[in-house]
């Protein structure tokens, strides 16, 4: 039987170790926040026109309000998670944390 060599996996990207950053920023969560908000919004209109009202079927709120409130809410998950991407950082920049002191 002829011996196997063991092989390395070898990235071709440099590694990153000690760079860690936040895939979103404060406006993305707050979009992401006002688009589960939306949804919310829409079914709790929809669970209490449908409750109240004799009819539901004919309703507007049921037919036209709440379902636009959702579409908007799906939308807004979408563009807060698409907003904003953040770009690559360069692993040999020192993250600004750790910046070096001036000597005094």
Known sequence: MASRKSRRSTSTSPTTRGVTTMPFDRQNY???LGA????VLGYVI??????TNPNPV??????VV????LLG?????????????PK???????PPSEAPAEAV
């Open 66 to 69: 709440a379902p636009l409130l």
């Open 30 to 32: 707050r979009l992401l």
């Open 73 to 85: 809410g799906y939308l807004g998950v979408a563009a807060s998670v698409l907003w904003g991407v």
């Open 46 to 51: 929809m669970l209490v026109d449908n409750a």
């Open 36 to 39: 589960v908000g939306l949804i």
């Open 88 to 94: 690559d950082v360069d692993p040999a920049a020192p």
């Open 58 to 63: 004919d309703s507007a709120l049921s037919l």
